[in-house]
T-cell receptor, first 114, second 109 residues
Framework: KAGVTQTPRYLIKTRGQQVTLSCSPISGHRSVSWYQQTPGQGLQFLFE???????NKGNFPGRFSGRQFSNSRSEMNVSTLELGDSALYLC?????????????FGSGTRLTVV | KNEVEQSPQNLTAQEGEFITINCSYSVGISALHWLQQHPGGGIVSLFMLSSGKKKHGRLIATINIQEKHSSLHITASHPRDSAVYICAVDGGATNKLIFGTGTLLAVQP
């Protein structure tokens, strides 16, 4: 059974650019959540999608957005990149929307903004 | 004050020792998760608890809902257990994970 796949694994972007990250959940999982991990702030919740609907959003500016497709694959987009957006971005999928079946995490996308 | 507090932040142990990592939280939860993160970033979900105790191999996780406290125990620790262990709670009303700052465990041979 394939795990959660995140692409790309590494990315270098310039300030002001925009970036799109992709997350393919485990087959059958309809909930996908996104997290940002930085040395200073640790792991922080970005947003969660279930059946193509954003169910919850963390405390991040509007530059951070996402969407989910009918096959449950999700993308997150960051516009007008800032140096502080450099981080490991992780997604996790779960069977139920509240994660009561547990979460399976992807390996993450490491974004560096220069 | 963080909503999820972990202790200790850093832990060094000798191979074979019994290890305990603690997690306290201040919000209402539907579940508590223990996660393991190795260098390189990948996160593995170890346990999801809503009550009582769970065991998987040498790992044991307990939770006391009344005291809002959970512990992760590692018996007969091994150098391959070296990782960051993270406690996270599912806020029942908010449907999102809130993370502790993690415990960096180093098990020396």
């Amino acid at each position: 059974k394939a795990g959660v796949t995140q692409t790309p694994r590494y990315l270098i972007k310039t300030r002001g650019q925009q970036v799109t990250l992709s997350c393919s959940p485990i087959s059958g999982h309809r909930s996908v959540s996104w997290y940002q991990q930085t040395p200073g702030q640790g792991l922080q919740f970005l947003f969660e999608y279930f059946s193509e609907t954003q169910r919850n959003k963390g405390n991040f500016p509007g530059r951070f957005s996402g969407r989910q497709f009918s096959n449950s694959r999700s993308e997150m987009n960051v516009s007008t990149l800032e140096l502080g957006d450099s981080a490991l971005y992780l997604c996790a999928s779960s069977l139920e929307p509240l994660g009561m079946g547990g979460y399976t995490f992807g390996s993450g996308t490491r974004l560096t903004v220069v | 004050k963080n909503e999820v507090e972990q202790s200790p932040q850093n832990l060094t142990a000798q191979e074979g020792e019994f290890i305990t990592i603690n997690c306290s939280y201040s919000v209402g939860i539907s579940a508590l998760h223990w996660l393991q993160q190795h260098p390189g970033g990948g996160i593995v979900s170890l346990f999801m608890l809503s009550s009582g105790k769970k065991k998987h191999g040498r790992l044991i996780a307990t939770i006391n809902i009344q005291e809002k406290h959970s512990s992760l125990h590692i018996t007969a620790s091994h150098p391959r257990d070296s990782a960051v262990y993270i406690c996270a709670v599912d806020g029942g009303a908010t449907n999102k994970l809130i993370f502790g700052t993690g415990t960096l465990l180093a098990v020396q041979p």
